[in-house]
């Protein structure tokens, strides 16, 4: 019952360091540990696929000096993890706009990318300067070029043809979403691949999220039926 998919909105960093009378950016630094914990026990457990939402393309409207405090903890997370996930068989590869980022964190990524690339435990995807809808309409821009020029018909377009011009082209759909910090909202996180998800909303603020967390939403998860549209006594015949 272990998903093979878990993307998670890591939300809350902000109010964790409120609450401490911390500056924001403090939470943000916290915010990296519980990247790193929740990575390392994603892994052990056995997780496939661990997607995690590092920068929205919201985001940038941030004030400047936060924004540039995000991109140096992202470039210091992938050049300080690059071992340890070359050690543990993860691959990473990013989503998103990334030729919005800054050239040097663009090239530790695409770096990162490149060295974990022959990594087959666990696939871990970030997802900076992404949103699902841009990502949507850059998919469906790719496939009207192809239209355009008449190498495809109206009727070749299909649920497979517009997951394979998404950026999450090579990974399967999400099983399970979590959001931390007690919004109840996607904010544009993966709505085509998160379309038949189970949702998992807490209340710990991602700075505090970690292995007792990652259980507690994994467990639920265990707990739940998922029927795809079926009845039960379909589901029952198929185990
Ligand atoms: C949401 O909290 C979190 C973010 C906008 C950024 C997430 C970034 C990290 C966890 C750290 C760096 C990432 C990596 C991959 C090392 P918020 O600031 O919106 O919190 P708030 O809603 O309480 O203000």
């Given amino acids: 019952m272990l998903p093979e998919h878990v993307a998670i909105i890591m939300d809350g960093n902000g109010r ?7 500056p924001r950016t403090s939470g943000h630094e916290q915010g990296a540990e519980a990247v790193r914990r929740t990575v390392r026990h994603a892994r052990r457990l056995g997780i496939r696929y661990l997607t995690l939402f590092a920068f929205s393309t919201l985001n940038w409207a941030r004030p400047q000096e936060e924004v540039h405090e995000l991109m140096l903890l992202l470039e210091s997370f992938l050049r300080d993890e690059r071992e340890e996930l070359l050690e543990n068989g993860i691959r990473l590869m990013a989503i998103g706009e990334r ?10 990524l695409e ?3 490149a060295v974990t690339a022959h990594c087959e435990d666990m696939v871990l995807v970030l997802a900076v300067s992404y949103d699902g809808r841009r990502d ?10 192809l239209a355009s020029r008449g190498e495809l018909l109206p009727a070749d377009v299909s649920e ?3 997951a394979r011009s998404l950026s999450t082209a090579h990974i399967p759909d999400v099983d399970l979403l979590v959001r931390t910090s007690g919004e109840i909202r996607l904010s544009g996180f993966l ?9 998992y909303f807490t209340d710990t603020h991602w700075p505090d999220f970690g292995e007792a967390q ?8 265990a707990r739940r039926q998922r029927r795809f549209g079926l009845i039960d006594a379909q589901i029952a015949g198929m185990v």
């Fill in 160 to 162: 497979e043809l517009i």
């Fill in 136 to 145: 949507l309409v850059r998919a469906v821009r790719q496939i009207t070029a």
């Fill in 111 to 113: 770096e990162t990318e």
């Fill in 99 to 108: 030729e919005l980022l800054p050239p040097q964190v663009r090239r530790v």
């Fill in 16 to 22: 964790w360091a409120q609450r401490r009378e911390l």
């Fill in 191 to 199: 709505p085509f691949e998160a379309c038949y998800a189970e949702l």
């Fill in 214 to 221: 990652l259980d507690e939403a994994l467990a639920t998860y």
